[in-house]
């Protein structure tokens, strides 16, 4: 069957001209206890299968993922809510290489203006492989500041800033001596609830080696944006469907982490200023738990309207698009693109004082304990949202450009927000379809939506 | 002269005697915790509060013995309790009984004239806060009036300002906008006079100081929204209780600034001093009014103006005893009047549950909704308080609120339940409340 070579009217992927079997119910399977629970036992027709039971759909871990992944058949409209390698994208080391790579194809391909759509990852360098490179670099920018961070923990563990390179020196001194046994660092705990509530750790198997850690180095960003004198970055949620073709979905909702305590560079020490995360603001003795130290980013957007204008605030949007785009795209030819596989990423941008965005590093497992009510409303939405986007229900006809506070990106090309077939005279008109830190009316839409998907079966039955 | 500040007789006395008790109160605070109402900081001290002056939020005093002088509800009590000794009620209940809290007869507008007073806000006037939402095409209207903004500010007309901003401000213009209302410029002089402010700051501290800490602590730092902008609050509030330019502001306020006497000079007029310099005693919630002005201005200086312009044009009119149409003795019969003539039914029946609808929507209107709204929403009202240099419409979208939530409150049985089905407003949105309570209600 023929249809015009119109990204309009290409799917997104669900439908394949055969109907799709609707299931009477759906076994769901996580070892996640927090709001993902809640959203997957109060969603209808899901039944929840424990131990060894066959599940259709599971919201696994990381660890589960790299043990069994390899050695678990799947049929065909079973669905895994991660990808076998994501840490090309997610350990920062691998994305760091990832990216370079990309960026030198973009300029032999598309010239240099293309290729600095790129530079939105501070210069970094892999440790201690990359270290005398490394050292060129600090010599070039005497007196800079720069971040040491561990490629695989999370929440902030283990990172350090410095100026000097004896800061260092003592570190490597450190780690030289031990033999590179395993480059895989201790399993990502990043979903274990900061409050220390356990976890299936399966760090018992790497008793007998000694852990190396893999660092980077990275250059730290001196002129961070700041809101009442204090430093904040932004999450927000990015859902890939598939790589290849690569299909994203970008989520209105996010918010911005603020330092409980105001930016200096005077205090480097104090890793409780220069670290937004929130596992570590928890542990700082100022914090306050009612405080919450997060804006929605509705909030953070009409701040900075009001500040700056709409327009300055539309650019710093779409600059973030590019970020989401082409981190995506530098993995797209490494990441293992099983059907079965999707993805909801946290990605954590910095915004310095020119309203420059800056890609501080992409989760697999973003956390998805709730801080607060509303932080616990958002994340429900957003894990609703994903289910009805994945679609074990079968309901959507895969033309949809907009699933509750979901919108499609990038559909194996950008998704613009005009309806209709695009204006082929010209790029010039161009307005993406996404609307990060826009009005979020998601339950209007999904009745809608749900609504009008229900009469067209109607119509066809 | 009296009359200038407040022309009936039985306010000005009501007002006295309630300053009489802050002040008894302070005085009590100030003896029993052994703390001079001022003192002169030693130069280690002030050094370091020099050092920390961006980030003053950061220090955690340790202020479990200051109790705010006051809290809005304190307030209420006195407002209940004023009679006007000329007028009589006479026993008999009539239809033209006023049966809320508020006990004096002052003029207040009824619908038809606040559809006069608030003519832009129509059905077919466009507004921001209605007219611009998702779905209206902004060639309807939007882009037109944010030229039309665009062309105010560059004429910087105050006049035209005030016209234009009763349709609402266009964000990214309202700092301007408010800046140009206010009269507030970015002269040097006004530059040097917030550094003397800052000085003065340095050099001694202020028993009301600690009142203003624990106000921050208690109120806008537990905000999920202001909690950013605390260092702000302090470099505001604490510059305010001196600035003796403040003063000004008594000559048409009902309310007199209290007086203390250096030590071992009581009752000697030559050793009167004003306290605090300002004369304005903060209560809880006070730092409020200045927690939505660090959306828009960042400029600490600017802030201070903006702040104090504010405050001497309408917040102090929230918290004086005056016959003010603007004050909050007004305010207040002019909300439960609005609700007893338009949804009897309603106002009956929260009275007979022992809920008076005042006693809930009256923290509302003392802060001028800050902390109850979305930011966002707030500084839409906060445009119409402006352009029509009245606080009415805060009694009015009071009473719009309870118009909207009627069918529930119908259902509630104690004032508890009232207080929560009225507890979260952050999710109204103002202006569509205000238009369908004034024009498109059957009356």
């Given amino acids: 069957m023929s249809r015009p070579k119109n990204q309009n009217y290409k799917g997104h992927g669900l439908s394949k001209g055969k109907e799709r ?154 780690t030289a001596g031990k033999k590179l046994t395993s480059l895989e660092a201790p399993p990502a705990r990043s979903t274990v609830n900061p409050s220390g509530s356990h976890d299936a750790r399966s760090s018992d198997d790497q008793k007998d080696e000694i852990p190396v850690e893999n660092y980077v180095a990275q250059r730290y960003i001196e002129n961070p944006y700041l809101i009442g004198g204090r430093k904040f970055d932004l999450r927000v949620y990015v859902l890939v469907m598939s790589y290849i073709p690569l299909r994203a979905w970008l989520y209105r909702d996010g918010f911005a982490r603020f330092s409980n305590t105001r930016f200096t560079l005077s205090s480097i020490d104090d890793q409780y200023v220069h670290l937004t995360n929130v596992a570590v603001q928890k542990t700082s003795p100022d914090y306050h738990p009612k405080k919450g130290c997060k804006w929605m980013l509705q909030r953070f957007r009409q701040y900075l309207a009001s500040k700056h204008g709409p327009e300055a605030v539309e650019t710093l949007f779409s600059d973030m698009d590019n970020i989401f785009v082409k981190s995506l795209q530098s993995v797209q030819k490494v990441i293992i693109s099983d059907k079965h596989c999707f993805e909801l990423y946290g990605y954590d941008i910095l915004i310095d004082q020119t309203l420059k965005p800056w890609l501080l590093e992409v989760n697999a497992s973003p956390s998805l304990t709730a801080s607060s009510q509303e932080d616990y409303e958002l994340k429900t939405c957003l894990l609703e949202d994903t289910l009805h986007v994945v679609d074990m229900e079968a309901r959507l006809t895969g033309r949809e450009k907009r699933v509750g506070g979901f919108d499609l990106m990038w559909n194996d090309g950008p998704v613009s927000r005009e309806e209709g077939p695009p204006d082929l005279s010209g790029m010039g008109n161009f307005v993406a379809n996404t609307h990060l830190g826009c009005v979020n009316d998601r339950n209007n839409q999904l009745r809608q939506l749900f609504r009008s998907l229900q009469n067209q079966k109607k119509v066809s039955s | 002269p009296e009359h200038l500040k407040e022309p009936l007789v039985y306010m000005r006395k009501a007002q006295g005697s309630w300053e009489k008790r802050i002040l008894k109160s302070l005085n009590s605070m100030c003896t029993e915790l052994s703390i001079p109402l001022a003192r002169k900081r030693p130069v280690g001290e002030q050094k370091e509060l020099l050092n920390k002056w961006n980030e003053m939020g950061t220090d955690e005093p340790d202020l479990s013995l200051f109790r705010p002088v006051y809290a809005p509800k304190d307030f209420l009590e006195v407002l209940i309790n004023l009679r006007n000794p000329n007028y009589e009620n006479g026993d008999s209940l009539s239809f033209r009984t006023h049966l809320g809290l508020i006990q004096v007869p002052l003029k207040v507008k009824d619908i038809p004239e606040l559809k006069e007073f608030f003519v832009e806000l129509g059905l077919t006037t466009g507004q921001l806060g209605i007219d611009d939402s998702t779905q209206v095409p902004p060639e309807l209207f939007e882009n037109e009036h ?88 302090y470099q505001v509030l604490l510059c305010f209780s001196r600035d003796t330019s403040v003063l000004g502001h008594f000559a048409y306020n009902s309310a007199s600034p209290p007086k203390s006497y250096i030590r071992g000079k009581l009752g000697l007029e030559e050793y009167a001093v004003f306290y605090p310099p300002n004369g304005v005693i903060p209560f809880h919630g006070f730092s409020m009014y200045v927690a939505p002005l660090c959306f828009l201005y960042h400029e600490p200086s600017k802030l201070y103006q903006i702040f104090r312009e504010m405050y001497v044009r309408f917040f102090f009119r929230l918290h004086s005893i005056s016959s003010h149409p603007s004050g909050i003795v007004s305010l207040c019969l002019l909300f439960e009047t609005l609700l007893q003539t338009y949804l009897p039914q309603l106002f009956y029946h929260l009275r007979e549950i022992g809920a008076q609808p005042l006693r809930i929507s009256f923290k509302w209107m003392v802060r001028a909704f800050s902390g109850y709204l979305a930011t966002d929403q707030l500084l839409l009202l906060w445009d119409r308080i402006l352009g029509y240099n009245s606080l009415e419409i805060l009694a009015v979208l009071a009473a719009a609120v309870f118009a909207f939530r009627a069918v529930n409150l119908m259902e509630v049985t104690s004032l508890a339940a009232a207080e929560a089905v009225l507890a979260d407003l952050s999710t109204l949105k103002v202006m569509p409340l205000l238009q369908i309570f004034l024009f498109a209600t059957v009356t």
């Fill in chain 1, 21 to 174: 079997e609707q299931r009477a119910s759906i076994r769901f399977k996580t070892t996640l206890m927090n709001t993902l629970m809640d959203v997957l036992r109060h969603r209808p027709g899901w039944v929840e299968v424990k131990d060894e039971g066959e599940w259709d759909f599971y919201w696994c871990d990381v660890s589960w993922l790299r043990e069994n992944f390899d050695h678990t058949y799947m049929d065909e409209h079973v669905r895994i809510s991660h990808f076998r390698n994501h840490y090309e994208l997610t350990r920062k080391n691998y994305m760091v290489k990832n990216l370079k790579r990309f960026r030198k194809q973009l300029e032999r391909e598309a010239g240099k203006l293309e290729a600095a759509k790129c530079d939105f990852f501070p210069k970094t360098f892999e440790m201690p492989c990359e270290y005398h490179l490394f050292v060129e670099e600090f010599r070039k920018n005497p007196g800079i500041t720069w971040i040491m961070k561990p490629v695989a923990r999370s929440q902030g563990k283990g990172i350090f800033l410095f100026r000097r390179l004896k800061d260092i020196m003592d570190w490597r001194k450190g």
């Fill in chain 2, 146 to 233: 944010v030229r039309i903004g665009q062309k105010v500010l560059a004429e910087q007309d105050s006049a035209a300002a005030q016209q234009y901003i009763r349709q609402g401000s266009p964000t990214a213009l309202r700092a301007e906008l408010w800046a140009l209302i206010l009269n507030i410029s970015s002269q040097p002089e006004e530059l040097l006079y917030y550094e003397q402010l800052k000085t003065n700051v340095i050099q001694h501290d202020l028993l009301v100081d600690s009142l203003i800490y624990k106000d921050v602590k208690l109120t806008a730092s537990n905000d999920d929204y202001y909690f950013v902008f605390e260092d702000y609050l």
